[in-house]
């Protein structure tokens, strides 16, 4: 029973895990693209200014993007391998990522000028992004709200791998089914030939007593 349960959390926790692994997935290409749009812009433009603000909403999508995939392998790892410490690592890892979320969701709704504490985008994709989120806010809130959901399902699933532990089980499920292989240290059987031969000196006995007769 605790096999079957077992093997159902490392499933279900694989397909939770999945859902990050998605977005960070997606989030890498789409910094690829704002990447290859922003340096497709800079050769067509005469002026370069190269004291301008690196950009660093490109570079900051990507290392999320990154991030949230390296935790999906590390989901993944800790799911097939049931290990205390790689869940241990996992769960904290996760729990740190959603206390982040949390204080970036909390800044935002408290906060009414926000976008100040971030230094000016050279690329204008962070403009776009907002509006974008602004005018499809329905969409974005459903797909934040299920990331968030898939986060702290995954460290419920690994609490409970966790306490019930890796497999211990052996390689066969019952030793009766086959012979032991290795010889008893006491009182070992004799050799096959003594067993069947004949003892030498009965024979010898047996001669004598049949000359003198």
């Known amino acids: 029973m605790a096999r079957i349960a077992r093997a159902c959390m490392q499933s279900v926790l694989k397909i939770v895990n999945l859902i990050v692994g998605v977005a960070g997935i997606a989030m890498i290409l789409y910094s690829f693209w704002m990447a290859r749009v922003w340096q497709r812009d800079t050769e067509g433009s005469s002026f370069v ?14 290392g999320i993007g990154i991030i949230l995939c390296v935790i999906t392998c590390l989901g993944h790892i800790a799911a097939d391998s049931a290990n205390g ?14 206390l982040l979320e949390t204080a970036m969701a909390v800044d935002i709704l408290l906060n009414s000028d926000w976008e100040k ?5 050279p690329t204008g994709r962070f403009p776009d992004f907002r509006r ?30 966790r306490a019930v532990g890796p497999n211990r089980c052996g390689r066969y499920d019952s030793d009766d089914d086959f012979l032991p292989s290795r010889l008893p240290l006491v ?25 003198n007769r």
């Open 117 to 121: 504490d971030f230094p000016e985008d």
């Open 85 to 98: 410490f790689c869940l241990f690592c996992y769960m904290v890892i996760i729990s740190v990522l959603l």
């Open 49 to 62: 200014d190269f004291n301008s603000t690196a950009p660093w909403f490109i570079y900051t999508f990507l």
């Open 132 to 161: 974008f989120v602004e005018s499809n806010f329905d969409v974005c809130k459903w797909i934040g709200l299920m990331i968030i959901l898939a986060q702290g399902f995954s460290i419920l699933l690994a609490m409970g791998l």
């Open 187 to 211: 009182d070992p059987p004799p050799p096959a030939y003594l067993v069947n031969a004949d003892p030498p000196l009965a024979s010898k006995t047996a001669d004598a007593w049949d000359a």
